[in-house]
């Protein structure tokens, strides 16, 4: 059984969206270049060096698929990662090894996490994980809180959010005001009353 990763660059305002989508108007690509550290880019490389499998929307790797043959000295394991792509329009590419997932995307997700290997990370891929979270298939959350608000773009929390709880597993804040935090999912949602005593 392998886990299905969310790692996402965030605004304070719930944004992942990096790159405008389709004619959508969204013009604060590189967001959060302007944020970054040694300490976030000491992250980044930690996480890009672990053996993973990578699960990604359409849009996403359409994106990618142009970009990181040729900058693969920075990340050399996107390049042995299987990319796992959800989509109905698409079944071939160049770039190996990928395998489209068509139709029933939650149910085949549940059927490779079951299966042995590597974690899965996601990245970006704003409308795919709404259909992840809604059927509680995302385990664990690696953010990174940029102290900065857009106002629009796709967030990572939309029409797809359940009631759930999570546990924070570590977390750093970074000279530059980023706070680094990573999620596991905690079970129901804890609800509580104050405790609070009645004056006589």
Not at 4 to 30: K, P, R, S, W, Y
Not at 64 to 88: C, G, I, L, Q, R
Request: net charge negative; proline share 5%.
């Amino acid at each position: 059984m392998r886990k299905l990763i969310a790692c996402e660059f965030m605004t304070l305002d719930g944004v992942i969206q990096n790159e405008e989508n389709d004619g959508d108007g969204f013009n604060h690509g590189g967001w959060f270049f302007g944020y970054a550290d040694e300490e976030t880019g000491a992250v980044v490389q930690e996480r890009l060096a672990k053996p993973v499998d990578l699960l990604l929307g359409r849009k996403t790797f359409d994106l990618w698929e142009p970009y990181w043959p040729t900058h693969s000295d920075f990340w050399p394991n996107v390049m042995t990662a299987t990319k796992y792509v959800a989509s109905n329009s698409r079944d071939a590419s160049q770039w190996q090894p990928t395998v489209f997932l068509s139709g029933d995307v939650a149910e085949k997700v549940r059927e490779l996490k079951a299966q042995d290997g590597p974690d899965l990370h996601i990245m970006g891929s704003a409308d795919l994980l709404q259909t992840l979270f809604k059927e509680d298939l995302v385990n664990e959350l690696q953010l990174m809180i940029f102290p900065v608000t857009l106002g629009k773009g796709k967030r990572l929390f939309q029409n797809g959010t359940i009631p759930a709880s999570f546990k924070v597993t570590e977390s750093q804040v970074t000279p530059n005001g980023v706070l680094i935090a990573n999620y596991a999912r905690d079970g129901e949602v804890k609800t509580g009353a104050p405790q609070i005593e009645e004056s006589v």
